[in-house]
């Protein structure tokens, strides 16, 4: 039987043939049942979370109900980004927390990602008992045992305070345009912006529970370009669904990925000593043009793989105090227990106006390699990896390349798919390279 849980939680069509309302009450019961278990010194506390999505209503019941019905009490802090709801469950001493979102989804997916003590995500082993859970006959607490639910009012103002505190700088004179995507950070970005000391223009902030990344957001950046040039605003911000990541765009419209993003708060970060081990955790999907940066600027890059539970992984056993994804999922662990989108752009905002310089001036310090995704739909994954074939002509295209680029075939967790990226000196060597690889997986699989 296929794992339940993915890297990120539980995911899919919300009210689909997985993620039903039966289901989120089970989850929700079963994570209760086994924290009570690790720990039975008194009832357990859980913090529950969402994005607007119209699904999350009908969700977010199901897991109030769930975790009452095995004992545990429910706080429920409304709609608020998923480090929102880790910052909560560390600052309130709870023993678990629920954010139900889809991220980047489309609006009829929608998730149910799990934090533990501390508002660190659970362990396999503990998503392997709760998943085993879910199966069996339990105990059923009765009378004064069952679970008591209340709301938490304050929820949004304890994690901008939260937020606050982490920017060493004011950034009063900077004009920021975010794109809260119809999400999760339609009303705490904005806000923690303002009160930072930027002139804001929010952009998609009125979700209706339909229109969650509706060609918004960071998915989408053509509308934030170009409201930034209208505006003449001196950068945009883009969160997805859940605002645990961010995009930025400098004052020319130009987009600013992950990878610059992390160049520049690593050097900040440096000048400061806050960079342990004067090192940085990245993924295998982050450019050349980062590593190569980092070189020059005597910081050292850890790589991990795709998805940032191994970033987080690779920050925990390492010590290191900065990591994250091409994708704008950035994780500063002194400071955020998962990424933190809001937090990485006061972050970038504050670099910039400790500065004085730009938003351009300071991401230049990455100059991107010309990259290439290919997608190829494959019959069998676990032939392309053991096929001779395939091994020669990568071999073959790295011989090339050199020092210039780098070759990865990544094979989809989900899919039947196998992902040929390319990076070269030029756009037109990094495709035509891409699509020759491309065949001979295609012929492999």
């Known amino acids: 039987m296929r794992r339940l849980f993915g890297t990120d939680g539980v995911r899919g069509l919300a009210n689909g043939e997985v993620l039903t309302p039966e289901l989120a009450l089970g989850l929700a019961a079963s994570a209760a049942r086994v924290l009570a278990a690790h720990d039975r010194s008194h009832r357990p506390v859980a913090v529950v979370g969402r994005d607007p999505r119209?699904?999350?209503?009908?969700?977010?019941?199901?897991?109030?109900?769930?975790?009452?019905?095995?004992?545990?009490?429910?706080?429920?802090?409304?709609?608020?980004?998923?480090?929102?709801?880790?910052?909560?469950?560390?600052?309130?001493?709870?023993?678990?927390?629920?954010?139900?979102?889809?991220?980047?989804?489309?609006?009829?997916?929608?998730?149910?990602?799990?934090?533990?003590?501390?508002?660190?995500?659970?362990?396999?082993?503990?998503?392997?008992?709760?998943?085993?859970?879910?199966?069996?006959?339990?105990?059923?607490?009765?009378?004064?045992a069952v679970g008591r639910v209340r709301e938490l009012p304050d929820a949004l103002d304890r994690y901008v305070t939260h937020l606050l505190a982490a920017v060493p700088t004011r950034l009063d004179g900077l004009t920021v345009v975010v794109d809260c995507a119809h999400g999760a950070a339609s009303a705490a970005a904005p806000e923690a912006y303002r009160r930072a000391g930027a002139q804001v223009v929010a952009l998609h902030a009125e979700p209706d529970g339909l229109n969650i990344n509706d060609g918004v957001g960071s998915t989408y950046l053509g509308p934030l370009c170009a409201a930034v040039r209208a505006h003449g605003a001196d950068l945009g911000i883009a969160h997805d669904g859940d605002a645990d990541r961010c995009l930025a765009v400098d004052a020319t419209g130009a987009v600013v990925d992950g990878d610059q993003i992390m160049a520049v708060l690593a050097v900040a970060m440096r000048e400061a000593g806050e960079l342990v081990a004067d090192t940085l955790v990245a993924t295998v999907m982050s450019n050349l043009g980062l590593h190569l940066a980092m070189r020059e600027a005597g910081i050292a890059v850890r790589t991990t793989a795709v998805g940032d539970r191994y970033v987080l992984e690779e920050l925990r056993a390492g010590g290191f105090s900065l990591g994250g994804?091409?994708?704008?999922?950035?994780?500063?662990?002194?400071?955020?227990?998962?990424?933190?989108?809001?937090?990485?752009?006061?972050r970038l905002m504050a670099r910039m106006a400790a500065t004085g310089s730009s938003l351009a001036e300071l991401a230049g310090i990455v100059t991107p390699l010309p990259q290439v995704l290919e997608n190829v739909r494959v019959g069998d994954k676990a032939a392309v990896a053991a096929s001779a074939d395939v091994r020669a002509a990568v071999a073959a295209a790295e011989a090339e390349l050199g020092d210039t680029g780098r070759v990865l075939l990544r094979p989809s967790g989900t899919e039947q798919l196998v992902r040929v990226m390319v990076e070269a000196p030029t756009p037109e060597q990094a495709k035509a390279t891409a699509l020759q690889l491309a065949e001979v997986v295609a012929a492999a699989g």
Not at 325 to 345: C, M
């Open 325 to 346: 994804e091409q994708s704008g999922h950035v994780v500063l662990p002194s400071l955020s227990t998962t990424g933190d989108g809001l937090l990485t752009a006061l």
């Open 54 to 144: 119209a699904s999350g209503e009908m969700l977010e019941a199901a897991v109030v109900a769930g975790l009452a019905s095995a004992g545990a009490d429910a706080l429920q802090a409304g709609v608020l980004p998923t480090p929102a709801v880790a910052f909560l469950v560390d600052a309130l001493g709870a023993d678990l927390g629920v954010m139900i979102s889809a991220s980047h989804n489309p609006m009829p997916d929608n998730g149910i990602k799990l934090f533990a003590t501390g508002g660190h995500k659970l362990q396999d082993a503990l998503e392997a008992e709760v998943e085993a859970g879910l199966s069996g006959v339990h105990e059923r607490p009765t009378g004064a």
